[in-house]
């Protein structure tokens, strides 16, 4: 079997990394220590380099110059965006069987692979099946397993959150809550993104990164705040530019747009929708927490809480743009 890995104090440094495909700048002059037990999420528009600086990580990437200093206890776990082999022929159990018999996790209990993957929801039934009979997703999960079942004590997840369902999520947050060791996260879900990381990476575009002491919620309120500040200075500008227009308005409501009746309408109802989608949102976490549904009703609840928590995102994101003008 594996034995639970223990990290030793030099965990990892990167020193004056850079690197740049032709224009397009990823990283310039990066340096940080990464501590015993980084909980770091990385979040940046898509192409701003956030798979290429965990492959430089990985060392499977080479930095144009600086390096990164890798403590020799370490040991990766790396499921990466496009890293998926299996062999289709082989059965599910068998893919497991060849790398671990016994998984110990975080608190110090051991599984059977069996019973691990029986965990990360493969009935006995599929554990038997083969490689090439399962889903998309289903082979996502094995791959998940397979990562995980290694022991490592430094996960690097990029993007586990687009091709994981909701059931599989919770049990993966879970396995990170006992987690002893280095954790860092690519995703745009910001729920998972909240439960797991406590201060996130920001790739802003062109080597530009602003290491945020928050989760990505705040991250967002934060950001919200910032391109008001930046609005208002804007129109600031204009006022200047354009003196003789401000001067025939009233100073108090120059700036803010009054919202329409329809609008105010829309306001209200999203004061009293809000609550409501939220609370259902608390149930269904709380039910499929509680260990008592069948298969069916978790797969049903969890398809209804993704269109939950897409609904509350979009709610909210519109509660803010029509708040601002109340
Ligand atoms: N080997 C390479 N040679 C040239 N350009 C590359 C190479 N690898 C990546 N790029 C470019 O570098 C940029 C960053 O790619 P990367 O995959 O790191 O972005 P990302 O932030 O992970 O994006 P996504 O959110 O889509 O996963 C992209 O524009 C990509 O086309
Ligand atoms: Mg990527």
């Not at 729920?191 to 945020?212: A, E, I, N, S």
């Not at 309408?265 to 509680?290: G, T």
Request: aromatic share 10%; glycine share 6%.
């Amino acid at each position: 079997g594996v034995k639970a890995s223990y990290i030793g104090s030099k965990i990892f440094d990167a020193k004056h990394v850079s690197k740049r495909f032709d224009d397009l700048k990823i990283l310039e002059d990066f340096n940080y220590t990464f501590s015993r037990f980084e909980k770091m999420g990385i979040v940046g528009n898509n192409g701003t380099g956030k798979s290429t600086f965990i492959k430089m990580l990985m060392g499977e990437v080479a930095p144009d110059s600086g390096e990164f200093e890798v403590g020799e206890t370490i040991r990766f776990g790396y499921y990466s965006q496009d890293g998926l082999q299996f062999d289709e022929q082989m059965k599910v159990i068998d893919v497991v069987q060849d790398i671990a018999e016994v998984v110990t996790l975080g608190d110090g209990s051991t599984l059977s692979v069996s019973q691990f993957l029986n965990h990360f929801l493969f009935t006995p039934e599929k554990q038997h099946s083969y490689v090439h009979k399962l889903s998309g997703g289903e082979k996502r999960r094995l791959y998940l397993c397979t990562v995980l079942m290694r022991n490592p004590n430094f996960l690097v997840l990029d993007e586990p959150t687009n091709d994981l369902d909701i059931v599989t999520l919770n049990v993966l947050e879970e396995y990170l809550r006992e987690f002893k060791g280095c954790v860092i996260v690519v995703s745009h879900d910001r729920y998972f993104m909240d439960k797991v990381v406590d201060h996130l990476m920001v790739f802003r575009g062109q080597g530009v990164l602003k290491d945020f002491p928050g989760n990505y919620t705040q991250y967002r309120e934060w950001k919200e705040v910032q391109e008001l500040i930046e609005k208002e200075e804007q129109q600031k500008l204009q006022e200047k530019e354009a003196p003789k227009q401000v001067y025939k308005q009233d100073r108090s409501t120059e700036t803010k747009k009054k919202l329409s009746f329809k609008e105010q309408r829309e306001l209200k109802e999203l004061d009293e929708l809000i609550p409501k989608l939220e609370a259902e949102k608390a149930e269904i976490e709380e039910a499929m927490s509680s260990g008592t549904l069948s298969t069916d009703e978790l797969l049903e609840k969890s398809a209804r809480m993704t269109v939950l928590i897409d609904e509350i995102d979009e709610k909210s994101m519109r509660w803010l743009e029509l708040s601002e003008y109340v």
